[in-house]
């Protein structure tokens, strides 16, 4: 069993960043993959961006390229999310989620653990 508090969220204007961290505990979280997933009211989750637990390779959706950077602290058991230049449109609960198998799976249902969310929210 892994548990894990994503934190960082907020307000914040257009254009402005935010730093999401997922803290893990129970488990190492070496042990594990790591994914960022959102969910904006009506829609479906969807991802946002991955990193492995061995080779630290790195996938993100394709729209948030070159915004967000995902990146994790083994020694600290956190994972990150740099969230820069935002829109409105990334208004979301940002979900932060733990998956054994290697690579860097974009699938929310291939993911075992997940935290509670936090809320982000852009003005325009």
């Known amino acids: 069993q892994v548990q894990l508090v994503e934190s960082g969220g907020g307000l914040v204007q257009a254009g402005g960043s935010l730093r999401l961290s997922c803290a893990a505990s129970?488990?190492?979280?070496?042990?594990?993959?790591m994914g960022w997933f959102r969910q904006a009211p009506g829609k479906e989750r969807e991802f946002v961006a991955a990193?492995?637990?061995?080779?630290?390779?790195?996938r993100y959706a394709d729209s948030l390229k070159g915004r967000f950077t995902i990146s994790r602290d083994n020694a600290k058991n956190t994972v990150y999310l740099q969230m820069n230049s935002l829109k409105p449109e990334d208004t979301a609960v940002y979900y932060c989620?733990?998956?054994?198998?290697?690579?860097?799976?974009?699938?929310?249902?291939?993911?075992?653990?997940w935290g509670q969310g936090t809320q982000v929210t852009v003005s325009s």
């Open positions: 129970g488990r190492t979280l070496s042990s594990f993959g």
């Open positions: 990193i492995s637990r061995n080779d630290g390779g790195t």
């Open positions: 989620a733990a998956v054994l198998r290697f690579g860097v799976p974009q699938t929310p249902t291939l993911y075992e653990y």
